[in-house]
């Protein structure tokens, strides 16, 4: 890892979409600790965390949101490998100061149960994973090529 910070780029733009779901109003970015890029796109539907219901009252606080959008954007396009998403969820809690204890706990939480929601996106980006009725016509035809038809969207997209 190099000396740099990683940072965020900026206030989260979301609009509540559905029950315990947000759509992302403009792409959302994060520069790691090691200099790579991970950026989630506009009109992105996240839960900002999966948080099971008895774990809620020790982590219901929006400390944690910026680096949950991430995490779910690299669980639901699989870019990284799921042990990579969790270590940077790690990483990105750091970053936006979350203690030590709380960060390590949500951290042991998505290594013991994340594997579900990871299996869950196999295959990258699902048509579900957007909000297309906020999109105009050339956007939905862009996020359509770029990121539901089949093929490897790694590839297509770095």
């Not at 936006?96 to 980006?125: A, D, E, F, H, T």
């Amino acid at each position: 890892m190099s000396d740099s910070k990683g940072w965020f780029s900026g206030a989260l733009d979301l609009r509540v979409y559905d029950k315990g779901e947000w759509v992302l109003l403009e792409p959302f970015r994060y520069m790691s600790l090691s200099g790579k890029d991970y950026t989630v796109p506009r009109w992105f539907i996240t839960d900002l965390a999966s948080i099971p219901w008895v774990a809620e009252p020790l982590f219901d606080s929006l400390e944690h949101r910026a680096a949950g959008v991430i995490h779910d954007w690299l669980y639901a396009s699989q870019q990284v490998s799921r042990a990579d998403a969790d270590e940077l969820f790690r990483e990105m809690l750091e970053t936006l100061g979350v203690g030590v204890i709380k960060r390590n706990l949500m951290y042991s939480g998505l290594r013991v149960g994340g594997w579900y929601r990871y299996n869950q996106c196999k295959g990258g980006p699902k048509y579900e994973d957007f909000a297309w009725e906020f999109m105009n016509s050339a956007e939905r035809e862009a996020y359509r090529i770029r990121f539901t038809e089949k093929g490897d969207w790694v590839a297509r997209t770095g």
